[in-house]
């Protein structure tokens, strides 16, 4: 490295604990100016704690922080902004009816026709893209966090946290927001990067410091190292990476879906000539920029969107009945003996009901189904201890609501007990956000022992990287019209970018 390599801040023997919980041990870490550092770890690995107390947010118990060699106290936001470091937290600080420029000088002296030419002169230099004049409330998340990251500069950050950055990003907005830290890296600001996903690590960052339930694992340069080794470092034992993926045996065509189009309450069109056939002992991935028409796909098949035109057909595995699902709500379509399964991206609001315990939302499910299953609370008890057993679900008991879990816990409740009905068709709404590596992997394996039972899988995606290995076919959608159907063991992500992004004039499909 050319770089200079001069501490911009160093963290010495630095613990943190909430009562029981020791949230970080005997953290030793530095930071040099200009690199792009990746803080890697877990879910509740103690990343964010580690550098709230760098912002100002948490005090240490234990420990020094120093600058430039110096031994300095960061008791609040305000004192990390006169050392020059700024945060930019997962839940932005912003006030809704102001604009951009008016939250970029809240609470200081500056006035918002004074600040505005720095203001653009920063925007300009490092590539953003930002309307000074916008209202909070009219921007979409990534301009909330880019008006967060100038806020930042505005009041003199030198050394910039952001905190899972990526996690409400399309892949676009991604790239578009790696752009400008290198800029900024290169313009001597270091910069922090709080993840846990490993391809971001290794595209973004000069170097990589993992942390392990609490403790500081080691650091290590993004070059000379690899996913794998980052993932032993991260979760302590060796792991496969591999997501399986057998040859699909015998598929049949399950569910057809020919030419479906809604509109939205204002008339727009949502989907747009939507077809695609799901087949049994197949995944079928769906990939797109989130908010493309995935929701209203599957809402659509689950009977709780209503379509203007297309059909969709459900053909029983049992005798070969051709089924109508176009119009039908979610119970007739139970009634049909359709044995469809939805793991929806709202997982408690249309998934689980958070204020109940685990049994009841198992019965939940048995009840909806119309079949009065469970006349006591025997069977669902038995099915949501195998549930927390299989998936490893935290939680203090079976009795204790759903809501007081942590969201990864939620989304295993809820994808064990949807496998728990025996699904043909199972459909899934990024079943793995928020969840960590050994969780992830758990779900893949889960979805995997589906398509060898036979179900066909619709499984909605972000990670692209995931969505090929997994899938044995991608649909890509953008603007709620399927931009093409690829081959997932021939394709590439660039392919599949390409496809998200690209407005075809003509149906150009690659039925695979
Ligand atoms: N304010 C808090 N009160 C109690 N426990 C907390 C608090 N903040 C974090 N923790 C706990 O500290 C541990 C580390 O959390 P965190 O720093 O948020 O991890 P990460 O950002 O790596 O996911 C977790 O066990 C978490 O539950
Ligand atoms: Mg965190």
Do not use: W
């Not at 290794?202 to 500081?216: C, N, P, Q, T, W």
């Amino acid at each position: 490295m050319d770089r200079q390599k001069s501490i911009s801040i160093e963290l010495r023997n630095i613990s943190k604990s909430f009562g029981q919980i020791k949230a970080n041990q005997h953290v030793n870490l530095s930071i040099y100016r200009g690199e792009i550092l990746a803080l890697l770890g877990e879910n509740g690995s103690g990343k964010t704690t580690l550098m709230n107390m760098v912002a100002g947010i948490y005090y240490p118990d234990e420990g020094e922080i120093l600058i430039e060699g110096k031994p300095v106290t960061i008791a609040s936001p305000k004192d990390a902004f006169r050392h020059h470091i700024g945060m930019i937290h997962q839940h932005f600080k912003l006030i809704d009816v102001f604009t951009s420029l008016e939250n970029i000088v809240l609470g200081l002296k500056d006035r918002p026709s004074t600040a505005r030419a720095a203001v653009e002169k920063i925007r300009d230099k490092y590539g953003f893209v930002l309307d000074l004049d916008k209202r909070v409330y009219e921007m979409s998340v990534s301009e909330k966090q880019t008006l967060e990251i100038i806020k930042a500069v505005y009041r003199g950050a030198n050394l910039l946290i952001l905190d899972e950055p990526t996690a409400v990003l399309t892949p676009i907005e991604v790239e578009k927001l790696f752009t400008i830290l290198r800029n900024m890296a290169k313009d001597g600001k270091s910069i922090i990067i709080i993840t846990h996903k490993l391809n971001e690590v290794m595209e973004i960052s000069d170097r990589v410091a993992v942390l392990r339930k609490g403790e500081y694992i080691g650091s290590i340069e993004t070059k000379k190292t690899n996913e794998n080794e980052l993932t032993e470092m991260m979760v302590g034992e060796k792991i496969e990476l591999n997501i399986e993926r057998d040859t699909p045996e015998n598929p049949q065509d399950r569910l057809i879906v020919k030419g479906i189009s809604c509109k939205n309450a204002d008339g727009h069109s949502i989907l747009h000539k939507v077809s695609f056939t799901a087949r049994s002992g197949e995944i079928l991935g769906i990939a797109g920029i989130s908010g493309s028409g995935q929701k209203e796909i599957l809402e659509s098949i689950a009977g709780l969107v209503k379509d203007d035109h297309g059909s969709i057909t459900y053909i029983n595995p049992k005798n070969g009945e051709v089924v109508n699902l176009r119009d039908k709500t979610p119970a007739q379509i139970r009634s049909l003996g359709v044995r469809l399964a939805f793991v929806p991206e709202d997982r408690l609001g249309m998934g689980l009901v958070g204020n109940m315990d685990l049994i009841d939302n198992m019965m939940l499910r048995s009840y909806r189904k119309g079949k009065g299953m469970f006349l006591n609370r025997k069977k669902p008890r038995d099915l949501a201890d195998k549930v927390v057993r299989e998936l490893h679900v935290a939680t203090p008991s079976i009795h204790t609501s759903v809501r007081k879990l942590s969201g990864g816990n939620v989304q295993k409740v809820l994808v064990g007990r949807e496998i728990a009905s025996g699904p043909k068709v199972l459909m899934v709404a990024y079943p793995t956000r928020g969840l960590d590596i050994n969780s992830s992997y758990m779900i893949y394996h889960l979805l995997n022992e589906q398509k060898k039972k036979g179900t066909a899988v619709i499984y909605v995606g972000e990670d692209l990287d995931v969505l090929i290995a997994l899938s044995d076919r991608v649909a890509v959608i953008g603007d709620g019209e399927v931009r093409g159907i690829v081959d997932a063991r021939k394709t590439n992500k660039n392919e599949i970018g390409l496809l998200m992004t690209k407005k075809n004039d003509k149906e150009e499909k690659k039925n695979a």
